[in-house]
């Protein structure tokens, strides 16, 4: 079995609950974390040429690969979805998608690989209305059936409803919400959610404490621990 964390991380942009835009503060806070994966949003200023919130050259620096998902701007991601790797995971397949609905949003999808590891992973960040939700969440499972293998997609899923899921009816993909991890400094919502395809065993998920996060974003940080087997996940 092959063991891996993977964090996900609406980051508004590197700013803080200080209104100070810190994005050493928000790696250090991913470092502790030890993660392999990190899926990250709003991780781009908002307006042309979306430059990216934590500096490249920073992001190597600190140990990890950047997937440049959007190559016709400077951004780190598409749409702010931003997908961090260590080095010892490599890039094989990718797909940018614009998502329908409202406001402009998106989401990457990837295959990485490692020794002894294939999985596809990816990262969204869905609407506010819910009815766009729905349509962006089938959008992002129709586009992931193009993966082979495990899957697993983190994000700001934007999900507002404590009883309400986004999964169409009679899904085979597991939808799973760590914890309240917005607004961060009184969290209350789970907004921010892992999805799960194949064959994937989850050893333990959670959300990063107020202290833990040092008020680097309006979101918490969440994690998921879990096991691939190597057999399943070789070919």
Same mark, same amino acid.
């Not at 790797?85 to 999808?109: C, H």
């Not at 590891?117 to 990262?123: E, H, K, Q, T």
């Not at 404490?209 to 057999?231: F, G, M, N, T």
């Given at each position: 079995?092959?063991?891996?964390?993977?964090?996900?991380?609406?980051?508004?942009?590197?700013?803080?609950?200080?209104?100070?835009?810190?994005?050493?503060?928000?790696l250090?806070?991913?470092?502790?974390? *030890?993660?392999?994966?990190?899926?990250?949003?709003?991780?781009?200023?908002?307006l042309?040429?979306?430059?990216?919130?934590?500096?490249?050259?920073? %992001?190597?620096?600190?140990?990890? $690969?950047? /997937?440049d998902?959007?190559?016709? $701007?400077p951004?780190?991601?598409?749409?702010?979805?931003?997908?961090?790797?260590?080095?010892?995971?490599?890039?094989?397949?990718?797909?940018a998608?614009?998502?329908?609905?409202?406001?402009?949003r998106?989401?990457?999808?990837? $295959?990485? $690989?490692g020794?002894g590891?294939?999985?596809?992973?990816?990262?969204?960040?869905?609407?506010?209305r819910?009815?766009?939700?729905?349509?962006?969440?089938?959008?992002?499972?129709?586009?992931?059936? *193009?993966?082979s293998?495990?899957? /697993?997609?983190?994000?700001?899923?934007?999900?507002?409803?404590?009883?309400?899921?986004?999964?169409?009816?009679?899904? @085979?993909?597991?939808?799973?919400?760590?914890?309240?991890s917005?607004? #961060?400094?009184?969290?209350?919502?789970?907004?921010?959610?892992?999805?799960?395809?194949? #064959?994937? @065993?989850?050893?333990?998920h959670?959300? %990063?404490?107020?202290?833990?996060? *040092?008020?680097?974003?309006?979101?918490?940080?969440?994690? /998921?621990?879990?096991?691939?087997?190597d057999?399943?996940?070789?070919?």
């Amino acid at each position: 079995m092959q063991a891996l964390r993977i964090v996900s991380w609406n980051i508004r942009k590197a700013v803080g609950l200080d209104w100070r835009r810190k994005p050493e503060r928000v790696l250090r806070v991913i470092e502790r974390l *030890e993660p392999d994966i990190v899926l990250l949003q709003e991780s781009d200023k908002r307006l042309p040429p979306r430059p990216p919130a934590l500096p490249l050259d920073l %992001v190597r620096l600190s140990g990890w $690969t950047s /997937i440049d998902a959007d190559p016709d $701007t400077p951004s780190i991601g598409h749409h702010g979805n931003a997908i961090l790797l260590r080095p010892y995971l490599q890039l094989k397949t990718l797909k940018a998608l614009d998502l329908p609905g409202l406001e402009p949003r998106g989401a990457v999808l990837a $295959t990485v $690989t490692g020794p002894g590891i294939r999985l596809s992973v990816g990262g969204l960040h869905l609407g506010l209305r819910r009815r766009d939700r729905l349509i962006q969440m089938a959008h992002v499972l129709d586009a992931a059936q *193009e993966f082979s293998g495990p899957i /697993i997609l983190g994000g700001d899923l934007n999900e507002w409803h404590k009883t309400k899921g986004l999964l169409p009816p009679g899904s @085979s993909w597991t939808e799973i919400a760590p914890g309240p991890s917005f607004h #961060a400094s009184a969290p209350h919502f789970k907004l921010d959610r892992f999805v799960i395809h194949g #064959a994937v @065993s989850i050893a333990s998920h959670g959300v %990063v404490s107020k202290q833990s996060a *040092e008020r680097a974003s309006d979101h918490l940080p969440i994690w /998921i621990d879990v096991e691939l087997d190597d057999q399943k996940i070789s070919s």
